[in-house]
C-alpha cells in the first residue's frame, strides 16, 4: 500500500515538476543557490570518498593480483570499475545521504512551519520555488560530482599503485587512459542522471508530506534517504544491464 | 447583500470525524468578524479555507460571488493577491532576511525596481515599527516582531481582505495592543477582515461581529451591540467562560 502510495506521489510530482519547470517564470537565483548548497558543498564528502575508494580498490586488486603475475592489470581494471561502477554508485550514495537528508528535513520543517502554506498563500507555486531549483540542481551537480569523484578515485589508485604496489606512475597513467574508452566514462555517467532525478524528486516528495510534527521530518528523512539508496543500488542493476544490452547491440 | 466573504453549506470532515456539519456566514466590505469557539472546533480550517489551502467537503465559498472551492492553485493565484493570509506563528521564510521576506510577494507579483522594492519595504517596516530590522532573519527576532513582519509582508500587495489567525496568541501585552493597533488602522483604511481567536479583549477591541463556531454550526452570530445586550445566549456564555 505504502510502495502504490509512494510511487503515485512520486508519478505527481514529477509531471508537476516537468510542467512547472516549462511555463511561467524560472527562478535562476534559486537555482545557483541550490547549486552551491547541493553540488559544492558536497564535494569534500565525495572527494573524501572517491579517494577512500579508488586506494582500497588499487591496494586490493594489487595484493590480489601479485599471487598471479598479474599487478599490471591494475590500472585498468581500478579504472574500469570505478568509471562503471563505483564512481557514480558511491558518489550517489553519498549524495543521497547528505543531499536527500537535508532536502527532505528542510522542505518537511518548511511545512511545519507553515511555510509551504505562505508560498502558496502569496500566490506563488511552492512546486516552482521548492521543487523545481532543487531537482534541476541535482541534475547539474551530480553528473558533475561523478566525473570529479572518477578523477579522484583514479587519481588516488594511482597513488596507491605507485606508492604501495611499485607500479611506475608513468605506466599506470598510460594503462589507465589507453585501456579505457568512452563508454565505459558514459555507462556510469549517464546513470548519475538517473539517480539525480530519483533521489531529488523522492526527496523533495517525502518533505512535502510531512504533515504535522518535528517527528514526522525525522521519519522523512529516513524515508528519503533509505528509498534514494535503495533506488540507486537497484536502479543500477537495471541501468547496468540496460547499457550492456546497448553495448552489445552497438559492437553488433 | 453586498457581502465580499460568504460562506454557505460548509463541511468538512477529518478521518470519520465531522468537524463542520452546516457552517454558514458571511463578511460584508469593511467589516471585521470574528469567528471564535472551543480549541479543534476547526475555526483555522475555516479560515484556511477562505484562501484555498483546504477544500471543503461540501459547500460553497463565496468571494466576491465566484465560488472558489473548485478552482485549481492556478485559478486560485488572483484571488490569493487580494487576501493576505496571517499566519499564527508568522510563517516567515526563515532562509530570507526580513526586508526579502517583506518584498517576496512584490518581487512575484509586480513589476518594480529594486528602488520601489526597496522604498515600500522601509515604509511599511517604519509602519510597524520594525524600523532596523531589514537586516535580520527570522530566528533573530522575537515572537512579536515576527507576527508584525508576518503582518507586514501580508500586506505588502495592499489586500482587500485579511485573515488574521490568532494574531496575538503568546504575545506580551503590549504587542497584543500593537497588533489590535494595527487591525484597527487596516480597517479603518476599507480593509476587510476576518479574525480567529480565543483573546476576547482584541475582539472586542477591533471586531464588528461575532460569530461563534460550536458543533460543526455557527451556532450564534451577531454584532457587537447585540452580544453585550444577550448575557444568556450560548456564546455569551462561552465568552464568559463558563462551559
Not at chain 1, 599487478?71 to 581494471?77: D, E, N, Q, R
Not at chain 2, 519595504?121 to 531589514?134: D, I, N, P
Not at chain 2, 476587510?192 to 454550526?217: C, N, Q, W, Y
Amino acid at each position: 500500500m505504502n510502495f502504490f502510495l509512494f510511487f503515485a506521489g512520486f508519478t505527481d510530482l514529477t509531471i508537476q515538476f516537468f510542467r512547472d519547470t516549462f511555463k511561467g517564470r524560472f527562478y535562476l537565483r534559486l537555482l545557483l543557490i541550490q547549486i552551491y548548497s547541493v553540488g559544492i558543498k558536497s564535494a569534500p564528502l565525495v572527494i573524501l570518498t572517491a579517494v577512500s575508494t579508488g586506494s582500497v580498490m588499487a591496494l586490493q586488486f594489487g595484493l590480489g593480483l601479485e599471487k598471479f603475475g598479474g599487478k599490471l592489470y591494475v590500472p585498468k581494471l581500478v579504472g574500469i570499475t570505478v568509471l562503471r561502477e563505483m564512481g557514480p554508485v558511491f558518489t550517489s550514495l553519498m549524495f543521497a545521504a547528505r543531499v536527500g537528508a537535508g532536502m527532505a528535513s528542510e522542505i518537511g520543517s518548511m511545512k511545519v512551519t507553515q511555510q509551504i502554506d505562505a508560498l502558496r498563500a502569496l500566490g506563488t507555486s511552492p512546486i516552482k520555488q521548492i521543487v523545481v531549483p532543487r531537482v534541476i540542481a541535482c541534475f547539474i551537480a551530480l553528473p558533475l560530482l561523478c566525473i570529479v569523484a572518477n578523477i579522484v578515485s583514479n587519481g588516488g589508485a594511482l597513488l596507491v599503485g605507485a606508492t604501495e604496489l611499485n607500479i611506475d606512475s608513468d605506466f599506470y597513467f598510460l594503462k589507465l587512459t589507453t585501456g579505457l574508452d568512452l563508454y565505459d566514462f558514459f555507462s556510469g555517467f549517464l546513470k548519475s542522471f538517473f539517480f539525480a532525478f530519483f533521489i531529488s524528486i523522492s526527496s523533495c516528495y517525502f518533505g512535502l508530506n510531512v504533515k504535522t510534527g518535528t517527528q514526522e521530518v525525522g521519519i522523512a528523512t529516513t524515508k528519503a534517504v533509505v528509498t534514494s539508496s535503495v533506488f540507486v543500488l537497484v536502479g543500477d542493476y537495471v541501468l547496468t544491464k540496460a547499457f550492456w544490452m546497448v553495448e552489445k547491440w552497438m559492437l553488433s | 447583500m453586498d457581502a465580499i466573504i460568504e460562506v454557505k453549506g460548509f463541511q468538512k470532515s477529518f478521518g470519520n470525524k465531522m468537524i463542520h456539519k452546516d457552517v454558514t456566514f458571511y463578511v460584508k466590505k469593511g467589516e471585521c468578524l470574528c469567528l471564535i469557539g472551543g480549541s479543534g472546533v476547526g475555526k483555522s480550517v475555516i479560515l484556511r479555507s477562505l484562501i484555498g489551502l483546504e477544500k471543503p467537503d461540501a459547500g460553497r465559498i463565496e468571494i466576491h460571488g465566484t465560488d472558489i472551492v473548485p478552482l485549481s492553485e492556478k485559478e486560485l493565484i488572483p484571488f490569493r493577491k487580494k487576501t493576505a493570509y496571517i499566519f499564527q506563528g508568522g510563517a516567515l521564510f526563515d532562509s530570507l532576511s526580513v526586508f526579502e521576506n517583506l518584498a517576496f510577494p512584490l518581487r512575484e507579483h509586480l513589476k518594480l525596481s529594486s528602488k520601489e522594492i526597496r522604498e515600500r519595504v522601509l515604509f511599511h517596516l517604519a509602519e510597524f515599527g520594525l524600523h532596523g530590522t531589514e537586516k535580520l532573519y527570522p530566528n533573530q527576532l522575537s515572537g512579536g516582531m515576527q507576527k508584525r513582519v508576518g503582518l507586514a509582508r501580508g500586506i505588502m500587495l495592499e489586500p482587500e481582505v485579511i485573515l488574521y489567525d490568532e494574531p496575538t496568541a503568546g504575545l506580551d501585552p503590549s504587542n497584543t495592543k500593537k497588533i489590535q493597533e494595527h487591525i484597527l488602522t487596516l480597517k479603518a483604511k476599507g480593509v476587510t477582515s476576518i479574525l480567529v481567536t480565543h483573546d476576547m479583549p482584541t475582539a472586542f477591541a477591533v471586531a464588528d461581529k461575532m460569530a461563534f463556531l460550536f458543533e460543526g454550526r455557527i451556532a450564534a452570530q451577531g454584532t457587537m451591540e447585540q452580544l453585550e445586550k444577550e448575557t444568556n445566549s450560548l456564546m455569551s456564555r462561552f465568552i464568559a467562560g463558563e462551559f
